[in-house]
């Protein structure tokens, strides 16, 4: 048995519907632009450039439900309301039917983001990270094995703030299907149990307050909550 100089850290991991069994999380990977309006609202071209990615640290999750706090180091706090795919299989240099039978599971996510701190990286060609890799920036409900629901490729994606909508998409917008997503991924990474992935947000992408109450349900895979607390 080994021995550390400090406890190891608690494995990250998120409920699963059903079962007390929870899925253990080894890597977050998260679509930058994957629904034509949000690419443009964003400012670019989506016409089917390849996907591009950006890492969460699997320590970054937050359980839907939950009250988080106003990050540090913003004035720009966006909320991203996304489908995130969990796999079940090792997949690697996949095919996208190879891909899709490497999916296990579906919930609904917020991808959180320090749009001010992402707009400057941007700008100045440095990494995305302290935009988008930070604590508690990966919000996540219960995980809905597809063995129950099936692979949804069609079906409304939505958030509200405070009981105004804000974001309206649907899953068959995505530029990039889910099967196309892993398929792409793993071409540069070993892919397996334990691997999430943010599968981008529609349009209408927008700032939050302390005290604000998030509301977002994807049809077919599950409702989130998320309130914002003061901050820290
Ligand atoms: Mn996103």
């Not at 920036?137 to 909508?165: D, F, K, Q, R, Y």
């Not at 981008?200 to 989130?224: F, K, M, N, S, W």
Request: hydrophobic share 40%; with cysteine.
């Amino acid at each position: 048995m080994s021995d550390y100089v400090f406890p190891p850290p608690p494995q990250p991991s998120v409920a699963v519907r059903g079962t007390s069994a929870r899925y253990a999380v080894s890597r977050i990977f998260c679509v930058g632009r994957n629904y034509a309006a949000h690419a443009r609202e964003m400012g670019s071209d989506p016409d089917r450039e390849p996907p591009f990615f950006f890492c969460k640290p699997a320590s970054a999750l937050a359980e839907s439900g939950s009250t988080i706090p106003y990050p540090p180091g913003t004035t720009n706090y966006h909320y991203e309301m996304e489908l995130v795919i969990a796999l079940g299989a090792p997949v690697f240099k996949a095919t996208p039917e190879q891909a899709a039978a490497s999916i296990w599971g579906y919930a609904a996510g917020l991808d959180m983001t320090r749009r001010d701190l992402q707009n400057a990286a941007k700008a100045t060609g440095r990494p995305w990270d302290f935009g988008k890799a930070f604590e508690q920036s990966a919000v996540i409900t219960e995980l809905v094995p597809a063995a129950e629901i099936g692979h949804p490729v069609a079906g409304a994606i939505t958030l509200a703030v405070n009981g105004e909508e804000q974001q309206r998409g649907d899953l068959s917008d995505m530029i990039w299907r889910t099967a196309e997503v892993v398929a792409n991924l793993s071409q540069y990474y070993h892919l397996g149990p334990g691997d999430l992935i943010y599968t981008g947000t529609p349009e209408g992408v927008g700032p939050v307050q302390p005290g604000d109450r998030l509301e977002g349900r994807i049809e077919g895979v599950a409702r989130l909550a998320l309130t914002i607390g003061a901050p820290e």
